[in-house]
């Protein structure tokens, strides 16, 4: 079961949050682990045990951990083992080169764990803080476990550390405005999910349907451009629809992509694609080897590193490496080159073009494909065909509006009104706009029940 | 201010999916809809393997949206919208000027081993074999379709097919027939097959394969028995922006006679049948109407004194082409191979007919298995 079906929406939702708001306060945690069990059963009770045991684990290990802590070679031990443990199982569950490890641990081919990429990189934090001494907070098996199995963020994080999820836990304080907040925040979710990103998804099959070899340079941009936008909102739709659950609950979870997509910098960009993801690279990976070297060239390279790791974290296979390397490459160019501001529109373009040239990467299944893709990109083919015109006539409004969304302008738009006339105006029709929205996105979801396209199993 | 703005947004959102999850679960359950026609999906029943891998969830998902309160105006809304944003396919049906077409390019696989099983059933029976594959309506008006969703053609796949047959085996080409004629209400607006009058055309040619002259169109009266007949792409889109179809009855009042029909079912049940049953007109499946609903096999007598016996072995397309054959034989038999549980030779001896007519739609010739029970 996905945020975004009928099921969950009007059967699962509205009986947890009744159950959350009618047991007493004390009784509100343990009733959110066993929805969240429940949640994960649903999903399949192998996942379900699947789950509990890497909880099980990974909490055995940080108790360890903190028991010998600074008293014996034990503490080391058992940290090395959980952080191999983590790592090894991510790789054995997100590539099919184990496939025969894993039909020995009794998992069929098909199966995959939903959200092992954010548990497997949440788990290695923890156990990282905990080795460091700077997981303090309260250890309690519910508290870890809900770390782990919190219904709202198992999917599609964010990432968080261990101690700041404790604490937004232990200050929840949940009331009605939140639930407004945190709907609106799903509705905003499950409209990019349900009507950009599926809508998009649709060009993009078309496009990559085509022969890539004489692909024309206009239908290359549009599927690119497609592509991107719709990785873009289903992996923000996804993860704002489970930030909005968490604010029903009164867990107020940071948001996940801050309009990465037209940034003014690359830099920019990315500082709000999977902004804890990011983080987490910077936390754990980046700033552990820059300890170790100084030197300004090898930090450089440390950097472009980490980012291939990110990258290789979408993808499990080259062209995610390459699309990380990438990325990492042009913000260690653009800090060489540019210190100053640059005008606005400028960068806008020159990011957005670095971001789909490199995303071919992602987009594409092999690195020759990829390769394909980007010289029809730079039109190897010819100028255009009927094809795009076609996509054009078809997709333009689609495209149009769905680069807007993906924009701040109207944010911003709102910020800088201050408190005049439009804003309220805005604010006094904005429960009808999401209750418009969400009708919308039911009668999108009606025919199957569920729009579950991933893109990307994460 | 912003406060009391949440608050409402919280009320009218808890209200809204409060009301259609109390109605979802009081609602009384159907088990068909008419709108779609077809079975709507039933509790999933619980056990260890759906449970474990989850399809348990997923069946339950698709029941709760087959169930979902009024379902068939969401889905009207859906396909509203769906027309408004994007390449206008609503659900595998593409949205054309004035007709819906099948987009699924899925179901464009080849009839290569199906043709192997119409070999093999030459090879085996010493009768000929005539066989027709029909386009469906988006072959013969493919050029309507975006341009990447014609790349595999219906006339290669038909040709394909055709080239796979054994050279006895005479093939009789519809597709250029309709293809020429496709100014004329050849096919419906809101289903895959053709209308009486496009099945009329190419009868004309099929019946002087099959050694007769064709009764000419003047000497037919039509009635038109309904002007509201919506077909299997407007259940699957719910696209109401179409005009619903019109369908016809061709009788030849001077002509021969039908004079029993009667249908087996694999039971061995026998039922008194009709070449036109109005009474379809009123069901759900208002196409049944031709030959009334289907049954495995379906024997026809007529007033013809030739002592000619036809065997047809069809799938729907043929429903509405079966009457014109009445006019030429004293006894043809029907076979709806899909419909059979058994082997074919419990019900028919087909070396007792000296000519088979194969007649298919060529978006049901992918599935071979509706052959098995021929060859058995």
Known sequence: MIYSSLLFIYGFLPLSLLLYYVVPKKAQQPVLLAESAVFCGLIGLRYLMFTAAYTVINYGAARLIRRYRGKNEMASAVFAIGVSFDIISIFVFRTALFVPLRSAFGFPEAFFPIGISFMALSAIGTLIDVYGGKAEADMGFVHFALYFLFFPRIIMGPVLRYRSFVKMLDSRKPELAEIGVGLTIFVKGLAKKVIAADTLFVLWVAVRSRDVQDMSLLTAWLGISAYMLCLYFTLSGISDMGIGVGYCFGMKMPQSFNYPLFSTKIRYFAARWHIQTVQWMRRYVTKPLYAHCAGRIMRRLIFIGVWAVFGFWYTFSLNGLLWGILIGAAITIESRISRGRIIDTTGVIYTALVVMISGAFLAGEDAVYSLRYLLAMIGRGSIADRFAFYLVKTYIVVLLISMYASTDLFRNMMIRSGRNRIRTAFAVISPLVVLLLFVVCTAMMMYSGSSGIMLMKL | ?376
Request: aromatic letters at 12%; hydrophobic letters at 35%.
């Open chain 2, 1 to 376: 201010m912003t406060k009391l703005i949440n608050k409402i947004t919280a009320v009218l959102m808890l209200a809204f999916i409060s009301v259609f999850m109390l109605y979802s679960v009081f609602d009384s359950k159907k088990n068909r809809s008419s709108e779609e026609n077809r079975e709507l999906s039933k509790r999933p029943g619980l056990s260890a393997s759906s449970l474990l891998d989850g399809s348990y969830a997923e069946d339950l998902v698709s029941y709760n949206a087959d169930h979902f309160p009024l379902r068939s105006r969401w889905l009207r809304l859906n396909s509203k919208l769906r027309e408004e944003i994007g390449d206008g396919i609503i659900n595998g049906v593409y949205v054309a000027d004035d007709m819906l077409l099948d987009a699924d390019t899925s179901r464009r696989a080849s009839s290569g081993s199906s043709a192997a099983e119409i070999n093999r059933f030459a090879r085996d029976h010493s009768g000929a074999v005539y066989v027709v594959a029909v386009p469906t309506s988006s072959g013969v008006y493919g050029e309507r379709l975006p341009e990447y969703l014609d790349d595999y053609r219906e006339s290669r796949q038909i040709s394909d097919f055709y080239d796979r047959l054994n050279k006895d085996i005479k093939r009789i080409d519809a597709y250029n027939i309709l293809k020429m004629l496709n100014d004329n209400y050849i096919y419906y607006r809101s289903d895959t097959k053709w209308t009486s009058y496009g099945a009329y055309c190419v009868y004309r040619t099929v019946i002087q394969k099959l050694g007769f002259l064709p009764t000419t169109f003047d000497k037919y009266s039509i009635r038109h028995v309904t002007s509201d007949f919506r077909g299997n792409l407007y259940n699957r889109s719910q696209c109401s922006s179409v005009k619903p179809d019109i369908m016809d009855f061709y009788y030849y009042n001077d002509g021969e006679e039908v004079l029993s029909c009667t249908g087996i079912y694999n039971s061995g049940k026998i039922v008194a049948k009709r070449i036109y049953d109005d009474k379809q007109l009123d069901s759900d499946y208002v196409y049944s109407a031709y030959l009334g609903e289907s049954v495995p096999l379906l024997k026809i007598k007529t007033s013809v004194n030739n002592e000619r016996k036809l065997l047809v072995i069809k799938d729907s397309y043929a429903d509405c082409f079966i009457p014109f054959l009445t006019q030429h034989y004293s006894e043809i038999d029907v076979l709806t191979p899909e419909l059979l549980d058994g082997p074919a030779s419990k019900f028919v001896d087909f070396d007792s007919y000296e000519q088979t007519l194969f007649l298919f739609g060529i978006e049901n010739l992918s599935d071979s298995s509706i052959f098995a029970s021929l060859n058995h």
